[in-house]
């Protein structure tokens, strides 16, 4: 176990040595709160209450099971001021994940266009700069797994019980910050516990693991038209 990891635990048990931890850390929790917000933060910033919260919150709730606790203590943080900046409206609404973002047709149709090749379509007859910019940025952070949003246009799932499927996958995952980081450390999906703790079959899995790993990246990432467009979309496709 690392030093660290042994720190905090020792922290959650002791108010001195939480204080003291705090005290040590204060210079990373700011540097967690600002990386979030995308602008240098102090002590003297509301966010800077919010982060060290959260924070303390991450010594409470940490095991080291969890993996590393920089690492979760940054996740904690990070949706902590997400939460925090969509009750202030500070920031555009960010958009959770639901089932009809993955509604549609229960029969697979050659007209049943996947979300991917809906939004890319739109994006070249629009002149949308943002959503553009959001689909170069996801592009380049799913590059990293080994594949650009414009993959997904062939291996979207399409039927309503694939869709049903893929969201309980998806919510699971955005749920699960640990699992996340998990997720993004590894390049892979946690296919085994994820099959576990949803009882969606492992053939889905892996044969939507692109779409599922994207889904996840963007409802959990920064990229609020990409998000917005994709619950707009599955509204009509609901109807």
């Known amino acids: 176990m690392r030093e660290i990891d042994e720190k905090a635990i020792a922290a959650a048990k002791d108010n001195d040595a939480l204080n003291s931890f705090l005290l040590d850390y204060e210079s990373y929790i700011l540097k967690c709160a600002s990386k979030t917000v995308k602008r240098f933060l102090t002590k003297n910033d509301d966010e800077w209450s919010v982060a060290l919260e959260a924070f303390c919150n991450a010594v409470e709730t940490y095991s080291p099971e969890k993996g590393s606790f920089l690492s979760f203590a940054e996740m904690v943080i990070n949706r902590r001021l997400i939460d925090y900046f969509r009750k202030q409206n500070k920031f555009r609404p960010e958009f959770p994940v639901n089932p009809s973002l993955f509604s ?125 467009y994709m619950q707009s979309f599955g509204k009509e496709q609901s109807r």
């Open 104 to 228: 549609g047709p229960t029969e697979e149709t050659q007209e049943d266009l996947p979300l991917a090749a809906e939004i890319v379509s739109k994006t070249t007859k629009t002149p949308d700069n943002s959503l553009k910019d959001e689909i170069e940025a996801v592009t380049k952070q799913l590059l990293r797994y080994g594949f650009s949003f414009y993959d997904l246009t062939s291996c979207s799932p399409k039927s309503k019980k694939t869709k049903e499927c893929c969201y309980h996958a998806v919510n699971y995952m955005v749920s699960s910050p640990v699992l996340l980081i998990d997720m993004r450390e590894t390049k892979n999906l946690p296919l085994k516990i994820i099959e576990h703790n949803t009882k969606v079959p492992r053939k889905i899995l892996e044969r939507h693991r692109r779409y599922i790993i994207a889904a996840v990246e963007i409802i959990a990432g920064d990229y609020p038209c990409l998000a917005e």
